[in-house]
């Protein structure tokens, strides 16, 4: 027979051990991150991030999901599964046009969407599973498809402008300058009567000595190669 009290006793050891347990596994959890809001132009393909962070290693055994919600609705469409391969969606809105741009091995779940239009506007989610790793935040990222407007394109040509052509065109015009100012320098110098400057006095007159130096220095080469063949 068991001592009075003993079943009693036992009931808190039992629900100790459950508690423990629940700890254990709620600490097993994914850390999931992605971008709240994103912003995109039709034709121009997006990115959605999904960075998660995981205690457990990585295995064949993880999986990742990506829902969509169009806007006002709560029916969602699965677009894209992965484990171990792709799977993205073959049917639905995003049929042929979501591709996997992730590493599950860095902690990157993200994928892309190709020619998006205004109608994917609406909130996708990324859902990751490392088992025993499997319990987590369920992020949602807010996707907003626009036309890319006239002032935005303006505003590209203008940057363009700013950094290719602006300089050369004042190379050319630096250019232009110092050609028109060395044409009237000469045509000035070619005038009757004309008298040089100081400046242009003293540098006529620093050439010239530069000349002279220079046929100085020929000169006596030439006397030291003619008093070596002499000797010979």
């Not at 919600?69 to 969606?89: C, K, L, M, V």
């Not at 935040?137 to 907003?144: H, R």
């Not at 040089?196 to 220095?217: N, P, W």
């Given at each position: 027979m068991q001592p009075p009290g003993a079943a009693g006793g036992r009931a808190p050891l039992v629900l100790l051990g459950v508690l423990l347990l629940r700890g254990v596994h709620t600490a097993l959890t994914l850390e999931i991150k992605v971008d709240a809001h994103v912003r995109g132009y039709v034709g121009e393909k997006i990115k959605l991030k999904c960075i998660f962070k995981s205690t457990s290693s990585v295995t064949d055994k993880?999986?990742?999901d990506w829902t969509?919600?169009?806007?006002?609705?709560?029916?969602?469409?699965?677009?894209?599964?992965?484990?171990?391969?792709?799977?993205?969606?073959?049917?639905?809105?995003?049929?042929?046009?979501?591709?996997?741009?992730?590493?599950?091995?860095?902690?990157?779940?993200?994928?892309?969407?190709?020619?998006?239009?205004?109608?994917?506007n609406g909130t996708f989610s990324c859902a990751v599973k490392n088992p025993p790793d499997?319990?987590?935040?369920?992020?949602?990222?807010?996707?907003?498809?626009?036309?890319?407007?006239f002032g935005t394109m303006l505003s590209s040509v203008a940057l363009l402008s700013i950094l290719v052509f602006v300089p050369s065109a004042v190379v050319a015009l630096l250019l232009l300058v110092r050609m028109a100012r060395k044409s009237a320098g000469l045509r000035k110098r070619g005038r009757p009567g004309y008298k040089?400057?100081?400046?242009?006095?003293?540098?006529?007159?620093?050439?010239?000595?530069?000349?002279?130096?220079?046929?100085?220095?020929?000169?006596?080469a030439e006397c030291l190669d003619s008093d070596y063949e002499d000797t010979y």
């Open positions: 993880l999986t990742i969509y919600r169009p806007p006002g609705s709560s029916r969602t469409e699965s677009i894209f599964h992965y484990q171990s391969f792709q799977y993205p969606s073959t049917a639905g809105t995003f049929r042929d046009r979501i591709s996997w741009v992730g590493d599950v091995y860095k902690g990157d779940a993200s994928i892309s969407i190709s020619n998006p239009t205004t109608r994917d499997v319990h987590h935040n369920i992020p949602v990222t807010e996707l907003t498809v626009t036309e890319r407007g040089k400057s100081s400046i242009e006095v003293s540098d006529d007159t620093d050439q010239e000595e530069d000349d002279c130096m220079a046929r100085l220095c020929v000169r006596c």
